[in-house]
């Protein structure tokens, strides 16, 4: 079982930064490749970015390559995602997601673990 925990949204200017964490609970979290999805209102939740269980492998959104970063710490059983030049069309509901698997997968029926979602408002 693993619980897990999101920290870090807030409302934030265009342009603006913002860092969430995703902290983990149980033993497996190393074995866990491990996602950010987001859900704006009015429409499907979609995946952001993801990395692979040791951390050495990530991929991006198209929306997203090149302003966002995933990274893993997991002796501190804990995901980040820091988002740079935010943009209006960022805001959303921003959820962690767990699987079962070490590689990575755009698929939401492949994480089996999710947090509770923190909001992430950028202002024009």
């Known amino acids: 079982q693993v619980q897990l925990v999101e920290s870090g949204g807030g409302l934030v200017q265009a342009g603006g930064s913002l860092r969430l964490s995703c902290a983990a609970s149980?033993?497996?979290?190393?074995?866990?490749?491990m996602a950010w999805f987001r859900q704006a209102p009015g429409k499907e939740r979609e995946f952001v970015t993801g990395?692979?269980?040791?951390?050495?492998?990530?991929y991006y959104a198209d929306s997203v390559k090149g302003r966002f970063t995933i990274s893993r710490d997991n002796a501190k059983n804990t995901m980040y995602l820091q988002m740079n030049s935010l943009k209006p069309e960022d805001t959303a509901v921003y959820y962690c997601a767990a699987a079962p698997r070490r590689y990575i997968s755009m698929g939401r029926d492949d994480y089996t673990y999710w947090g509770q979602g923190t909001q992430v408002t950028v202002s024009s």
């Open positions: 149980g033993r497996t979290f190393s074995s866990n490749a």
């Open positions: 990395i692979n269980s040791s951390g050495a492998s990530t």
